[in-house]
């Protein structure tokens, strides 16, 4: 904790050092300049050597080559040949509290798609970020998972819904509990639509939810042009969901080739979140049981097998850790990465679906998501190469969250 405080104070003070003002306008700008990227702008096929980026009020204004002329007077940021690169974006998470949210974003994650938290602390989050709070992430946020029990918490929030304490049963109870979390400005539904993993006592491949009951939920959802994200990881739930047009699988471990064949018709993205799955295996971090290290085991080369086999039929594939960045949490973006690349992705192709090919799934590409102009400044910088080797993503040394420094471990 005083490690965390020291880290934020630290970076404060950086901040109040880098963003001293420049002019004295009454109109305040922020400017900064980073010189010597090696740049991997999460579209381009290959990375752009020695660039130079102007960020102003919290945009990318340039991206060019270091023979630009260096606007005078801004602060320098010199990457000395070190990785510049898109912010990444969390596709899948569950960020409980403030320290979890800085816990993210120090770990590189400048964007979080927060999917189900209780009392709404994602909106929370998100309303925090638009405000200029640097050291929190950008959230897109769900609210609490719809599901057939939803979590008690939810009816402290709004005890007039209270009759549904016995059970979200039937389409019109769907959409008033989807209704509530649009009211509430949740920005995506999350659907349970098959039961849970992460919980001894609960059976992973079994269905929740009726197929009217999800068509309910997608359509009450895009009513308010809201997405849906199905939580599945059996395929008859699964199926049921995609033919009711979610966005996007969560996990898919037992997808079979027909629900597969479909998602790639229907443009359904696939978040494995095999990240998630080590994490029910190995002792401590966010689940240590013995049933979940039995069912993580079992579960595990089907969720890998299952991705390869969405990768190589073209299913757009995202990186989401399924983490809650608590303090024993032992999963970050980084490892979803590796993760991709062990099961046939490319190093660049693997770094696109934790940055621009995220963005897109879940609706912040207009605005983040990828190195260009007019897009917040949402980056990282890492020591080496991750192109040659990926394990080199996990070294975040520098997190500029909408263009201020928040993070900067340069002198490690
Ligand atoms: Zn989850």
């Known amino acids: 904790m005083k490690r965390i405080l020291l880290m934020i104070l630290f970076s404060l003070l950086l901040c109040a050092a880098v963003f001293a003002p420049v002019h004295s306008q009454s109109q305040p700008t922020s400017s900064l300049t980073i010189i010597h990227a090696n740049l991997i702008d999460g579209i381009s096929a ?21 023979k630009t002329e260096i606007p005078a007077g801004t602060p320098l940021l010199d990457l000395k040949g070190r990785w510049l690169l898109p912010g990444f974006v969390d596709a899948h998470a569950h960020l409980a509290d403030l320290p979890a949210a800085r816990r993210a974003l120090a770990s590189g994650a400048t964007t979080v798609r927060c999917l189900g938290v209780n009392h709404f602390v994602d909106i929370g989050f998100r309303e925090l970020n638009h405000a200029g709070v640097p050291d929190i992430p950008d959230v897109v946020a769900a609210g609490y998972h719809v599901r057939p029990r939803p979590a008690e918490e939810f009816f402290l929030d709004i005890p007039k819904m209270k009759d549904l304490m016995g059970g979200v049963n039937g389409p019109e109870s769907v959409r008033r509990l989807v209704r509530a979390m649009i009211d509430r400005g949740a920005d995506v539904i999350k659907i349970m639509a098959t039961e849970r993993a992460g919980l001894p006592d609960t059976d992973p491949r079994k269905r929740v939810f009726s197929d009217e009951e999800i068509i309910a939920a997608v359509d009450e959802a895009r009513k308010s042009n809201v997405y849906v994200a ?118 660049m192709d693997a770094i696109k679906a ?47 969250n909408n263009g201020k420094i928040a993070v900067n471990r340069l002198n490690w």
């Open 354 to 400: 934790a940055t621009s090919v995220a963005a897109t799934c879940i609706g912040v590409d207009k605005r983040t998501g990828s190195i260009k102009t007019g897009l917040e400044a949402d980056l990282i910088a890492i020591e080496r190469d991750p192109t040659i080797d990926i394990s080199a993503i996990q070294d975040v040394i520098v997190v500029i």
């Open 230 to 347: 199905a939580h599945a990881h059996g395929d008859e739930g699964a199926a049921a969901a995609v033919r009711a047009g979610v966005r996007s699988i969560e996990h898919g471990t037992y997808l079979s080739d027909q629900t597969l064949t479909m998602m790639k018709e229907k443009g359904t993205y696939l978040v494995p979140t095999i990240a998630t799955v080590i994490d029910l295996i190995d002792p401590g971090g966010d689940y240590d049981d013995p049933v979940l290290s039995v069912r993580g085991r079992a579960m595990l080369p089907r969720v890998r097998e299952t991705t390869a086999h969405a990768l190589k039929m073209g299913i757009k594939i995202v990186a989401g850790t399924d983490t809650g960045y608590g303090p024993s949490s032992r999963r970050r973006i980084p490892h979803e990465i590796i993760e991709l690349v062990n099961i046939g992705m490319t190093p």
């Open 46 to 66: 290959a990375p752009v050597r020695d660039a130079t980026l102007v960020i102003r009020d919290g945009r990318i204004e340039t991206v060019s080559t270091s």
